[in-house]
């Protein structure tokens, strides 16, 4: 059976037929989507120009001979710390994935390799998106048991490594204190 890849089902899961489409299919759309979405904003170099950046004061900050590298060494080293915050995060308790891509969406308003790697993580997660969408939920079912099980395991090796906190509520604290392996902090 032949794909549809019109430009009536971009983003779709499925095909003109109802059919569920290939995810190397709905990949390679989405890929193809952000890479247009790059040339169409940026142009084949792929730069914004200080003098056309479409915002005022960073425009200002940026085409001004002193403040413009300096501009661009702060961004460099905010996105930097955002990245070295976000690392320890993500095994232990708080939004490390969070931190860290809000630090790699600081470096792409600079760097072009940046803008790259967001665009390929924008791409896959649209990709994903829309094959799952499309998948019956018998499939779905055992997806997200497996979402909410390694959920699971990763509070509990956090709380394994940092103990169960004495800010819970009693009820949670003592319910948590059965669970093998824990205690307090």
Known sequence: M????????????????GQRRSYRDIRREQHA??????????????????????IRWRRAVRTNAVTGPLY????????????????????LIGP????????LFLWSTEFLWARRVTQF?????KAFDQYVRALPWKAKIPMLLLSAAFGWFCFWVALLITGVPGWAPDQVEELLLQVPGLRRA
């Open 2 to 17: 032949d794909v549809d890849t019109t430009a009536e089902h971009a983003g779709q899961g499925k095909d003109g037929q």
């Open 33 to 54: 989507i952000v890479r247009q979405e790059l040339l169409d904003r940026f142009g084949e170099d792929g730069r914004i120009d200080a003098h056309e950046d479409p």
């Open 72 to 91: 661009r060494v702060v961004v460099a080293v905010l996105g930097l710390a955002l990245i070295i915050a976000g690392i320890p995060m993500v095994p």
């Open 96 to 103: 490390g994935w969070a931190v860290i891509f809000i630090g």
């Open 121 to 125: 993580v924008k791409a896959e997660v």
